[in-house]
Nanobody
Framework: QVQLQESGPGLVKPSQTLSPTCTVS??????????WNWIRQPPGKGLEWIGD???????DYNPSFKSRTSISRDTSKNQFTLELSSVTPEDTAVYYC??????????????WGQGTQVTVSS
């Protein structure tokens, strides 16, 4: 059974970079046709898709975040990492790593980490 677990600092100062990591167990992040996503939920707001890194290493970003976002992976550790730079208090949110499975007519976000709270504050 595949499990996703977020980790990283819970408190980040304004203008700095937040960088949670997702560790995947029970399956490889290079397995077709999985896409490994970062999604966040600010307090009192809906879910926001930030971006993903595919099984083959291709990366896609939400244009709203693209200028200050980087997603990378370490296949030897079966991890992928989000870097969001120049943060402000508006970036305070619960950050989730999520697996999306997409092939043929099937497309679903079917496995979620528990989420990690990141607060941006001085």
């Amino acid at each position: 059974q595949v499990q996703l677990q977020e980790s990283g600092p819970g408190l980040v100062k304004p203008s700095q970079t937040l960088s949670p990591t997702c560790t995947v167990s029970g399956g490889s992040i290079t397995t077709s046709y999985y896409y490994w996503n970062w999604i966040r939920q600010p307090p009192g707001k809906g879910l926001e898709w930030i971006g993903d890194i595919a099984f083959n290493g291709e990366i896609d970003y939400n244009p709203s975040f693209k200028s200050r976002t980087s997603i990378s992976r370490d296949t030897s550790k079966n991890q992928f990492t989000l870097e969001l730079s120049s943060v402000t208090p508006e970036d305070t949110a619960v950050y989730y790593c999520v697996r999306r499975e997409s092939y043929s007519d099937y497309d679903e976000y079917n496995n979620w980490g528990q989420g990690t709270q990141v607060t941006v504050s001085s």
